[in-house]
C-alpha cells in the first residue's frame, strides 16, 4: 500500500501555493516571532489552473501594492508576472517567459529594476532591467554555476549575493554560497569559506534581506522529512566580510490556517508578503512535465 501511495505521490502529488499580504511593522513581526504576519492580511487569488509563489515587492502604498512573482501554469511552466493589487483587484502582465523563471529577486539602481531570477533550467545566468514595467536590457552575470535562489545586498562597500547552486553533488537545498563584487553588474568574487553551509536544511534562501535598526535578517527556506517549503527560519546576519560569515537562527515561522508550509517571505513599508501551500493531487501533474519534454 506504502509502495502504491508513493507511485501516486510522485505522479499526481503536487505543491499549489497562494500569496498572502499582511500589515506588520518589523518589531510587531520579531517579537510576535512571526506570528504578526498570520493576522490582518489580504489574500492574493491565483488564477484559474495556476498559482503565484515567490512574492517581491517593488512598491507599497497604503493598500496599493506591486509585486513581482513566479507565476505557473501547468500548460506554460514558470513565468514572471508583475503583479498590481489596489482595493481588492488584481492585474497581471506576464514580463519574462521561458523554460522556468522564480524567484523574481529585484532591486532599484539609479531609477531602473534590476531583476535577478532564478532560471536554471535555462542553463544561464542574466539581470533584467525593468523600466516602465517592460524589459528594456539584459546582462550576463557568469559565476560559472547555475544560481538558484539569488539574493542580493549592500553591505560596507560591497554587493553580497547570497544563494544556492545546481548541478552534480551542490546539493541545492541543503548547501549556500556567498559572492561579493564591487559593483551590481558582475565580477562576483567566491567567498573564501564557500560553501558557508554544507547539509543544512535550513539554509536555502528565502526571500529580500531585511535591514531594520542597524540588523539585517535574512529569511531562509526549512526543508523537514522531505517536504519541500515546510516552513521558513529568519536568521540574524552577525558577520559579513570577505573573511568571515556567521549568522544566528532567531525563529522559525510555521505555515497559518491549517496550510501545510510557507517557503517565501519579502519586506516594505510595514507590509510582508510571503506564500503558502496546499498540497492537491492533479492529472495536469504528469501533462505539465510532458509538455516540458517539447517546451
Given amino acids: 500500500m506504502n509502495f502504491l501511495k508513493k507511485i501516486i505521490d510522485s505522479l499526481f502529488k503536487i505543491d499549489f501555493w497562494q500569496i498572502f499580504i499582511s500589515n506588520s511593522s518589523i518589531d510587531k513581526f520579531i517579537n510576535s516571532k512571526g506570528k504578526s504576519i498570520g ?17 517581491f515587492f517593488i512598491d507599497v502604498k497604503k493598500n496599493k501594492f506591486t509585486l513581482l512573482v513566479e ?5 506554460t511552466g ?35 529594476i534590476f531583476l ?21 536590457n539584459r546582462i550576463n552575470y557568469l559565476l560559472g ?15 553580497w549575493l547570497i544563494c544556492s547552486l545546481s548541478g552534480r553533488n551542490l546539493n541545492e537545498n541543503s548547501n549556500l554560497y556567498l559572492f561579493y563584487s564591487r559593483e551590481l553588474k558582475g565580477n562576483w568574487i567566491s567567498h573564501i569559506k564557500n ?33 519541500y517549503g515546510s516552513a521558513v527560519v529568519i536568521n540574524e546576519l552577525k558577520i559579513i566580510n570577505t573573511k568571515n560569515f556567521k549568522e544566528k537562527k532567531i525563529f522559525k515561522i510555521k505555515p497559518f490556517n491549517n496550510f501545510e508550509g510557507i517557503h517565501h517571505i519579502s519586506y516594505m513599508n510595514k507590509f510582508f508578503a510571503y506564500d503558502q501551500k496546499s498540497t492537491i493531487y492533479s492529472i495536469l501533474k504528469p501533462l505539465y512535465y510532458l509538455i516540458k519534454l517539447f517546451r
Avoid: C
Fill in 39 to 55: 493576522y490582518n492580511y489580504i489574500s492574493i487569488k491565483n488564477e484559474y489552473k495556476s498559482f503565484f509563489a515567490d512574492p
Fill in 71 to 75: 507565476d505557473f501554469s501547468f500548460l
Fill in 78 to 112: 514558470a513565468k514572471i508576472s508583475l503583479l498590481k493589487y489596489k482595493n481588492k483587484k488584481q492585474k497581471l502582465k506576464k514580463i519574462l517567459y521561458g523554460k522556468h523563471f522564480s524567484y523574481p529577486f529585484n532591486t532599484k539602481l539609479k531609477g531602473s
Fill in 116 to 136: 535577478f531570477p532564478e532560471m536554471i533550467e535555462e542553463s544561464r545566468n542574466k539581470i533584467f532591467i525593468i523600466n516602465n514595467s517592460k524589459i528594456k
Fill in 145 to 159: 554555476y547555475k544560481v538558484v535562489d539569488p539574493t542580493i545586498f549592500k553591505h560596507n562597500g560591497f554587493y
Fill in 195 to 227: 560553501p558557508i553551509y554544507k547539509k543544512n536544511y535550513d539554509a536555502r534562501g528565502a526571500g529580500s534581506i531585511i535591514k531594520h535598526k542597524g540588523k539585517f535578517y535574512r529569511p531562509s527556506q526549512s526543508y523537514l522529512h522531505n517536504n
